[in-house]
């Protein structure tokens, strides 16, 4: 397993002391001037930059003996199989029980499958004849990125073949003037953001496990992450795709075109689709030019109808330069604090919230989040603030978001849920679970993408816990269901949400998306156990 590490960041940040509310139009200057070594605490040396499986862990249980799920009649691996992989990828079948181990473990440590294969192709040639062999021999595939879902998407149920895209990690190509990248299903999400920055341009999406995700996966799950206030959601960024179909038929859509009205948007089955439809293969993708102007500015709320308003500041103040607008609870600071060592650049608050602005002007952003900031402290919608400029310092405020779910991890067994809702209804779930559940938990942690309307909820616990379960399920989709929320609002239905799918799409919608999978993997070998509710 390898970490990507970034070393120890600067302690020096820009501190808002009550002087800054005089600094309108001159805030630069004026905020050098109080540049203060602020008591961040005891940072280890490394900071983690991605989010990977566990090499060893035989503490999960399997997942057909956690939740009741049956295996379908599909055929075992065979010998006369395995030699058939070898002859289509030789030297890249992978039998070593304890690389499959970290292959069928999701990176959450809540599930676990019993695969015996990993297959690792180069080429969507090499995925068509991989799944040609299988779709004759009614072998099940599970198709692997990074495997860093939050759903148990991304591993076995069972034992079915792994078929992963780490390999197929090459650029096709780049156009300097349009912005459009062709890559392999497999390039590290990470990795493609150097490479675009090299020519002046940012990938449309960031995500905390940036560092081991795949764009293919990205892609699969329609991942949300960061910069969706700013450039939206994937559907609108992918311009086409590579899929390799669950019979080996290869489906070239891979179209560098912003505008293409001819015929059905086919692209669009498969963004979301997470592997239940086809193994998406190649990617083309439209990337923003690189801001030339970063500003991030980490904030102190009294209250959540203060982190609301600040955010209808923000829009009205900061509109065409606003790149993100995120929050987190006091609970998560706590967590964040405790088990990574990590210390708060403003005074203790209720709410925190990191708000990026990104263009082309440092004078002309500066000065507009001068004003803003001098908005929010004179009014009493902020009690405190630090802002940053430079690329290292930004890293470190955004640690403070990015490393939420990392410092959840260490606290024990997670009950993960990501909804959208309303953003005025936004956190009024988190208070209400933490009355129902009492001690039964130990932390009810809200935060996560205010701009999006998107609450990262998590309960933690020792252990994982049928008692708390039940009180969690279906209360928490019931909530939601009755505020007109989504169930999912960037993870994905994966294998853990496939049996609520009906609190958020009505019958016919559901019974559309069964005939869909039906038409283009009859044999219901691709991703088999996700995203749909099972058929009786």
């Known amino acids: 397993m390898v970490l990507h590490l970034v070393p120890r960041w600067s302690m020096w940040l820009f501190w808002a002391t009550p002087g800054w509310r005089k600094t309108a139009g001159a805030l630069g200057a004026s905020v050098k001037q109080r540049l203060m070594n602020y008591p961040w605490g ?26 009741p799920v049956q295996r379908l009649p599909f055929s075992k691996v065979s010998e006369e199989d395995m ?25 959450l440590k809540t599930v676990r499958g019993c695969s015996k294969v990993l297959l690792k192709p180069r080429t969507s040639e090499e995925v068509s004849s991989i799944l040609r062999h299988c779709h004759e021999r009614n072998l099940a595939v599970n198709p692997q990125g990074g495997n860093t879902g939050m759903v148990g998407g991304s591993v076995p149920v069972f034992d079915e073949v792994i078929l992963s895209t780490a390999l197929m990690n090459q650029v096709i190509s780049f156009h300097n003037v349009s912005g459009i990248l062709v890559c392999q299903a497999g390039c590290v999400l990470e990795e493609l953001s150097h490479y675009v920055q090299e020519h002046d341009f940012i990938m449309p999406l960031d995500l905390g496990a940036k560092g081991s995700c795949h764009i293919g996966g990205n892609v699969a799950t329609n991942a949300g992450g960061l910069r969706f206030l700013r450039y939206g959601s ?69 209250g959540f109808a203060e982190v609301l308003q600040t955010f209808t500041t923000c829009k009205a103040m900061l509109s065409e330069v606003l790149s993100a607008f995120e929050f987190m609870d006091a609970e998560c600071m706590q967590l964040v604090r405790q088990h990574l060592h990590l210390a708060s650049p403003v005074q203790e608050s209720p709410f925190y919230v990191l708000i990026e602005t990104s263009g082309s002007s440092a004078e002309h952003d500066a000065e507009k989040l001068g004003s803003f900031l001098e908005q929010v402290l004179g009014s009493g919608l902020v009690t405190d603030g630090t802002m940053a400029t430079d690329q290292k310092k930004i890293q470190m405020l955004w640690a403070l978001r990015e490393r939420i779910t990392e410092a959840l991890s260490h606290d024990g067994y997670v009950f993960k849920y990501d909804i959208s809702l309303p953003v005025e209804r936004l956190y009024d779930l988190v208070t209400d679970l933490r009355t129902r559940l009492g001690s039964s938990a130990k932390h009810v942690v809200g935060y996560g993408h205010l701009g999006d309307g998107n609450l990262h909820l998590n309960v933690t616990a020792e252990a994982f816990s049928e008692a708390l379960l039940g009180i969690l399920e279906p209360y928490v989709y019931t909530w939601t269901a009755e505020q007109r929320g989504s169930v999912s609002a960037e993870h994905g239905v994966g294998f853990k949400k496939r049996h609520v799918l009906g609190y958020s799409k009505p019958p016919v919608a559901v019974q559309l998306m069964q005939q869909l999978k039906a038409l283009l993997d009859p044999k219901g070998i691709l991703n088999p156990y996700k995203t749909l509710p099972a058929q009786a």
């Open 42 to 67: 005891s940072y280890s040396p490394w900071v983690c930059r991605s989010y990977s499986s566990a090499s060893r862990s035989p503490e999960v249980m399997l997942t057909y003996e956690r939740y």
């Open 234 to 302: 994937l559907r609108g960024t992918v311009l086409g795709l590579e899929v390799v179909l669950a019979d080996g038929t290869i489906l070239n859509c891979l179209t560098s075109l912003r505008k293409d009205n001819t015929g059905y948007d086919l692209k669009q089955l498969f963004i979301g689709s997470e592997g239940t439809l086809g193994v998406i293969t190649a990617v083309s993708i439209l990337c923003p030019p690189r801001p030339k102007a970063v500003n991030v500015a980490f904030l102190g709320c009294p």
């Open 83 to 107: 030699a058939t992989f070898q002859r289509i990828i030789p030297g890249r079948v992978i039998t070593d029980p304890e690389e499959l181990e970290a292959c069928n473990v999701d990176w």
